[in-house]
Nanobody, 115 residues
Framework: QVQLVESGGGLVQPGGSLRLSCAAS????????MGWYRQAPGKQRELVAT???????NYADSVKGRFTISRDNAKKMVHLQMNSLKPEDTAVYYC?????????WGQGTQVTVSS
């Protein structure tokens, strides 16, 4: 079990950038697969990006080339660098950690892209 806290959300203009952070607890954080998900009002929660314990990454087609997920095991943190933001990126973004069948979720952070 890992405890996760997201930060870094806010209001940005289209074309702008934000860097989301997820701070984790636990001595075995390095063994967790981590991910970012997002959910807009009235829509299903969707996968944005994942990073394995070995730092292999995958991205949703909608964010590929614009977003970058990374992890720092020494600091027990995961980041999501979001560039070239679009209004359709507006959502609550959640950090997720997985080890085996156990899933842990953060509380979410709001990202709003609007002029």
């Amino acid at each position: 079990q890992v405890q996760l806290v997201e930060s870094g959300g806010g209001l940005v203009q289209p074309g702008g950038s934000l860097r989301l952070s997820c701070a984790a607890s636990g001595s075995i954080f390095r063994l967790y697969a981590m991910g970012w998900y997002r959910q807009a009002p009235g829509k299903q929660r969707e996968l944005v990006a994942t990073i394995t314990s070995g730092s292999s990454t995958n991205y949703a087609d909608s964010v590929k080339g614009r977003f970058t997920i990374s992890r720092d095991n020494a600091k027990k943190m995961v980041h999501l660098q979001m560039n070239s933001l679009k209004p359709e990126d507006t959502a609550v973004y959640y950090c997720k950690g997985t080890i085996g069948t156990i899933e842990s979720w953060g509380q979410g952070t709001q990202v709003t892209v609007s002029s």
